[in-house]
């Protein structure tokens, strides 16, 4: 079955950097996009950043843009949020996720997701 594993999140300083990876299982990963979404507590899972099924194009939120970086290898099936310059307001949830196209910032847009992993920035 289609499986989306995330992993890499912990307890981090600010300032500090993290990898996110998300291991995927169960369908053809290079057809799809991949989206990374967070989720802070008593908030919506919002968007974070998304790559093309190659690797070359990619989009990102205004928050994060500058110091998060998203990738991909599909020979791998896996895909990666490195996430530089860590601030507290980074606190959350991130999800990975699969969906027709790079485009797409609603998680509604979105077919697959992961359980998730917690990335905690202390100031």
């Known amino acids: 079955q289609v499986q989306l594993v995330e992993s890499g999140g912990g307890l981090v300083q600010a300032g500090d950097s993290l990898r996110l990876s998300c291991a995927a299982s169960?369908?053809?990963?290079?057809?799809?996009?991949m989206g990374w979404f967070r989720q802070r507590p008593g908030t919506e899972r919002e968007f974070v950043a998304a790559i093309s099924r190659s690797g070359i194009s990619t989009t990102y939120a205004d928050s994060v843009k500058g110091r998060f970086t998203v990738s991909r290898d599909n020979a791998k099936n896996t895909g990666y949020l490195q996430m530089n310059s860590l601030k507290p307001e980074d606190t959350a949830v991130y999800y990975c996720s699969s969906g027709r196209s790079y485009s797409y910032q609603k998680k509604s847009q979105y077919d697959y997701w992961g359980q998730g992993t917690q990335v905690t920035v202390s100031s």
């Open positions: 169960g369908y053809t990963f290079s057809n799809y996009a």
